[in-house]
């Protein structure tokens, strides 16, 4: 079998390795005679596997001790409306649209209190993100709530929008791709199913005031009050421990290499692309310069009737996923931390092959 090269937005291709791993516990987790599927959540070695999951994470993102980490279940979406619940309570915050996901989460907080959004980039297509001081803040906002990286549309935040106060972040798709600074956030969620690993498990990081504020929430159901998880230590209920070990896997593949190198490559990687792009006209980059993702690379093609054939043509050289999503259409290559330089190799040798017969 050859793997295919997978540019796919998420799920998305992991570390051959960690594949490896994961193929060998199935049967016996860690000589428990046990297999990973079929072992209790409340067993030690499972107990073992959550543990070193949250402290490697720590360690990756650089969490401070006071913030706490959980592992839940219901996808990133479930978090618009948990952040809402929880957390906004009623009152209003800064929502800046950047695309079709913090779209999303403006409308789940509106069921729980006020989403402000003082900048929005959809007029746009969602091509540029708001420049630091060029939108007005709300003094009395709950939080100013962002999405660090905007897989659908290609762009990509250098850093926080604001320097100081309270900050909610949907780090979905780019978590674990580069240093950030944990300690300046209330709030870090983020599906696993890009970096991290498989579906079916979002991490959250939240700080000490976000506690407490949750801590006033009343009206909670038990599954979606973080007091609760965090009563439990993110075993309320039956965890997705298939998905928390790939994650404690990937973790540790991520640490044996360091982020800074893991980020370092995957700067190299999107360039590589950008390159590309930006190499002549029959290129139309979708992402304003000042605002690209290293994650998700977004582009049109002049003649928007050769799209449909350059991922036809892609799937016939092993190129996968290259197809952009059904909201700007065009085309768009996913290269996530585990995307190896040898697929970005094969697509930039095919975008230039393509360019050549058919430009
Ligand atoms: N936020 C972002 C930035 C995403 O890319 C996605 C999924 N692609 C989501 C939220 C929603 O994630 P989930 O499917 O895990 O609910």
Redesign the pocket.
Same mark, same amino acid.
């Given at each position: 079998m050859t793997r295919k090269h997978n540019f796919s937005?998420?799920p998305a291709v992991l570390p051959v390795s960690v594949i490896e791993e994961l193929k060998a516990q199935l049967n016996d987790l860690h000589g428990s005679g046990i297999g990973l599927m079929e072992i209790s959540h409340r067993s030690q070695t499972f107990d073992d596997i959550v543990r070193s999951a949250m402290a490697r994470l720590r360690r990756v993102l650089g969490v401070p001790d006071d913030h706490q980490v959980l592992f839940l279940q219901g996808?990133? +979406?479930?978090q618009f409306a948990m952040i809402a619940q929880n957390i906004l309570q009623g009152g209003s915050a800064d929502y800046l649209d950047t695309g079709a996901?913090t779209a999303k989460s403006i409308k789940q907080a509106g069921h729980f209190g006020t989403a402000r959004v003082p900048f929005s980039g959809k007029s746009d297509t969602y091509r540029q993100l708001p420049a630091s001081g060029s939108w007005e803040r709300d003094p009395s906002a709950v939080y100013t709530y962002y999405?660090t @990286? @905007? %897989?659908i549309f290609g762009t990509q935040f250098a850093g926080a929008p604001v320097p100081d106060g309270r900050l909610v972040c949907?780090m +979905? +798709?780019d978590i674990a791709s580069r240093s950030i600074d944990a300690a300046a956030h209330d709030v870090i969620f983020a599906?696993a199913?890009?970096n991290l690993g498989p +579906?079916g498990v %979002?991490v959250v990081i939240l700080s000490p005031w976000a506690m407490a504020r949750a801590a006033t929430a009343t009206q909670v159901p038990d599954m979606l009050s973080y007091g609760v998880h965090l009563g439990k230590g993110s075993l309320f209920n039956t965890p997705n421990t298939l998905g928390i070990f790939v994650l404690e896997r990937v973790l540790a593949w991520i640490e044996d290499q360091g982020m800074d190198t893991v980020a370092a490559r995957n700067r190299a990687k999107a360039q590589k692309i950008y390159d590309v792009l930006d190499s002549s006209d029959f290129w139309q980059p979708h992402a304003a310069r000042d605002s690209r993702s290293d994650m998700n690379i977004t582009w049109r093609l002049a003649d928007s009737d050769l799209e449909p054939v350059m991922v036809q043509e892609g799937l016939a050289a092993d190129i996968s996923g290259i197809k952009g999503h059904r909201s700007v259409g065009g085309l768009r290559a996913s290269t996530y931390n585990a995307c190896p330089d040898a697929s970005v190799d094969a697509l930039v040798g095919f975008m230039g092959e393509f360019e050549r017969t058919r430009g």
């Amino acid at each position: 079998m050859t793997r295919k090269h997978n540019f796919s937005a998420g799920p998305a291709v992991l570390p051959v390795s960690v594949i490896e791993e994961l193929k060998a516990q199935l049967n016996d987790l860690h000589g428990s005679g046990i297999g990973l599927m079929e072992i209790s959540h409340r067993s030690q070695t499972f107990d073992d596997i959550v543990r070193s999951a949250m402290a490697r994470l720590r360690r990756v993102l650089g969490v401070p001790d006071d913030h706490q980490v959980l592992f839940l279940q219901g996808g990133a +979406s479930l978090q618009f409306a948990m952040i809402a619940q929880n957390i906004l309570q009623g009152g209003s915050a800064d929502y800046l649209d950047t695309g079709a996901w913090t779209a999303k989460s403006i409308k789940q907080a509106g069921h729980f209190g006020t989403a402000r959004v003082p900048f929005s980039g959809k007029s746009d297509t969602y091509r540029q993100l708001p420049a630091s001081g060029s939108w007005e803040r709300d003094p009395s906002a709950v939080y100013t709530y962002y999405c660090t @990286n @905007n %897989t659908i549309f290609g762009t990509q935040f250098a850093g926080a929008p604001v320097p100081d106060g309270r900050l909610v972040c949907d780090m +979905s +798709s780019d978590i674990a791709s580069r240093s950030i600074d944990a300690a300046a956030h209330d709030v870090i969620f983020a599906g696993a199913q890009k970096n991290l690993g498989p +579906s079916g498990v %979002t991490v959250v990081i939240l700080s000490p005031w976000a506690m407490a504020r949750a801590a006033t929430a009343t009206q909670v159901p038990d599954m979606l009050s973080y007091g609760v998880h965090l009563g439990k230590g993110s075993l309320f209920n039956t965890p997705n421990t298939l998905g928390i070990f790939v994650l404690e896997r990937v973790l540790a593949w991520i640490e044996d290499q360091g982020m800074d190198t893991v980020a370092a490559r995957n700067r190299a990687k999107a360039q590589k692309i950008y390159d590309v792009l930006d190499s002549s006209d029959f290129w139309q980059p979708h992402a304003a310069r000042d605002s690209r993702s290293d994650m998700n690379i977004t582009w049109r093609l002049a003649d928007s009737d050769l799209e449909p054939v350059m991922v036809q043509e892609g799937l016939a050289a092993d190129i996968s996923g290259i197809k952009g999503h059904r909201s700007v259409g065009g085309l768009r290559a996913s290269t996530y931390n585990a995307c190896p330089d040898a697929s970005v190799d094969a697509l930039v040798g095919f975008m230039g092959e393509f360019e050549r017969t058919r430009g």
